[in-house]
């Protein structure tokens, strides 16, 4: 695609059930990152992938979050059991051959 | 381990002024890259430029240009002749060498602009 799509673009969901955020790539990129923000803040990494391996995950926070990129392309970030305290902007962005990352719209997510 | 300072939390200017966002890095890699990304009011992050480490030269791009001061570990960036589309938050991110851990991001805390008529 022309660009990076996330969706949904907003979630609202209650504490304690699960949730996943997708994020479709630029067509072709290799790398795949989440970041998640806060309101007033920057951006803040999350995990990345390099085609379907997911290359560094110190930045999750916890256990409950988890992500997948089983075919090199699409991603999914999943929250399980989530909590108040997850509430977020979630980002995604796309990376070739090292050069900027492109982001998505992003996914704000609101738990109850 | 990384880190991004950017000191002014907001700034006002008339349209028409020039402004100078300012960022500071720390980093102990010796190859990193330098990147500035802006947030309009709708909420995207729009990516400006990155610089590589080893190029210290200035760059201009239109209203745009970035100065990079290794030795004060800086990387500014000044608006000439600001716009109220200028209006937007800015961030500052410094990553280290995609062959080393992966170029993820680590971004300041952004500084508000605000241009008014």
């Known amino acids: 695609g022309a660009g990076v799509s996330q969706s949904p673009r907003y979630k609202v969901t209650k504490r304690g059930q699960d949730v996943a955020l997708r994020c479709d790539p630029i067509s072709g990129h290799v790398s795949l990152y989440w970041y998640r923000q806060a309101l007033g803040q920057g951006p803040e990494f999350l995990t990345y992938?390099?085609?379907?391996?997911?290359?560094?995950k110190s930045g999750l926070p916890n256990d409950r979050f988890s992500a997948e990129r089983p075919e090199g392309s699409i991603s999914t970030l999943t929250i399980q059991r989530t909590e108040q305290r997850d509430s977020a902007m979630y980002r995604c962005?796309?990376?070739?051959?090292?050069?900027?990352?492109?982001f998505g719209p992003g996914t704000r997510l609101t738990v109850l | 381990a990384q880190k991004v300072t950017q000191a002014q939390t907001e700034i006002s200017v008339v349209e028409k002024e020039d402004v100078t966002l300012d960022c500071v890095y720390e980093?102990?890699?010796?190859?990193?890259?330098l990147f500035w990304y802006k947030q309009p009011p709708s909420g995207e992050l729009v990516f400006l430029i990155r610089r590589n480490s080893f190029d210290e030269q200035n760059e201009i791009s239109g209203r745009y240009s970035w100065n990079f001061q290794k030795s004060t570990s800086s990387f500014n960036f000044t608006i000439t002749a600001s716009q109220v589309v200028d209006s937007a938050v800015y961030f500052c991110?410094?990553?280290?060498?995609?062959?080393?851990?992966?170029?993820?991001?680590?971004f300041g805390t952004g500084t508000q602009l605000k241009v008014e008529l």
């Open positions: 992938f390099n085609y379907e391996a997911q290359q560094d």
């Open positions: 962005a796309s990376s070739g051959n090292g050069a900027g990352q492109f």
């Open positions: 991110a410094l990553s280290g060498a995609v062959t080393g851990g992966g170029n993820k991001l680590t």
């Open positions: 980093t102990r890699d010796t190859t990193y890259y």
